[in-house]
């Protein structure tokens, strides 16, 4: 499976964004997929995940009540909608994919995206 992350830019606190993770190569629907990010300096930390029907989604408990994760099977595609950013919200964001449950564990995530940078101004 490849994943490929788009959406992230600079925003200013208290705006939006909208990230988006196309998959290919695999069966879309087999797959629970996760949001995690990366801080410099910072180890990478999980964010959200997602099951493969959509009916079941975790979320870190930073961004909780924020963000809101989601997924569009006929089109292959992960979304993180990530409202009231902060500047800690500042980082390189990776979709991955994993078969089996969705799960908060980076580890048990067999396939990564590239990521996409968000920065979040002042």
């Known amino acids: 499976v490849q994943l490929q992350a788009s959406g992230g830019g600079l925003v200013q606190s208290g705006g939006s964004l909208r990230l988006s993770c196309a998959a290919s190569?695999?069966?879309?629907?087999?797959?629970?997929m996760g949001w995690f990010r990366q801080a410099p300096g910072n180890e990478r930390e999980f964010v959200a995940a997602?099951?493969?029907?959509?009916?079941?989604?975790t979320y870190a408990d930073s961004v909780k009540g924020r963000f809101t994760i989601s997924r569009d099977n006929t089109k292959n595609s992960v979304y993180l909608q990530m409202n009231s950013l902060k500047p800690e919200d500042t980082a390189v964001y990776y979709c991955?994919?994993?078969?089996?449950?969705?799960?908060?564990?980076?580890?048990?995530?067999?396939?990564w995206g590239q990521g996409t940078q968000v920065t979040v101004s002042p």
């Open positions: 991955a994919a994993r078969g089996g449950g969705s799960t908060m564990r980076q580890s048990l995530y067999a396939y």
């Open positions: 190569g695999g069966t879309f629907n087999n797959y629970a």
């Open positions: 997602i099951s493969w029907s959509g009916g079941s989604t």
